[in-house]
């Protein structure tokens, strides 16, 4: 079993900066892919980006430009630097782990995809 902790959230003005991370335990895998989403209520979870174990990112257009996935493998933890928010960036934010060997460079964006789940940090940008 993986744990998943997300830390870093919380209140912030339009145009602020916050950085979001997801600290992974239990059972090591050799390949994870990590995801960031995002939720909304009454909406879907939505990918925000993914990472995989070498570094190869994907965004959804919504945050190219504004947020920027990293990691660091020995400390088993990801990040989300979130800057230039918006009031539509208010959402519920989750981290989540993808343990298969896909080949061929593909990153998982749908979330029936992910194998591990954070339990979320609540992100409000006042306007």
């Known amino acids: 079993q993986v744990q998943l902790v997300e830390s870093g959230g919380g209140l912030v003005q339009a145009g602020g900066s916050l950085r979001l991370s997801c600290a992974a335990s239990?059972?090591?895998?050799?390949?994870?892919?990590m995801g960031w989403f995002r939720q909304t209520p009454g909406k879907e979870r939505e990918s925000v980006g993914v990472?995989?174990?070498?570094?190869?990112?994907y965004y959804a257009d919504f945050v190219k430009g504004r947020f920027t996935i990293s990691r660091d493998n020995a400390k088993n933890t990801v990040y989300l630097q979130m800057s230039r928010l918006k009031p539509e960036d208010t959402a519920v934010y989750y981290c989540?782990?993808?343990?298969?060997?896909?080949?061929?460079?593909?990153?998982?964006?749908?979330?029936?995809?992910?194998?591990?789940w954070g339990q979320g940090t609540q992100v409000t940008v006042s306007s």
């Open positions: 989540a782990a993808d343990a298969t060997n896909y080949s061929g460079g593909y990153l998982p964006r749908n979330p029936i995809e992910y194998d591990y």
């Open positions: 239990g059972r090591t895998f050799s390949s994870p892919i």
């Open positions: 990472i995989s174990r070498y570094g190869h990112t």
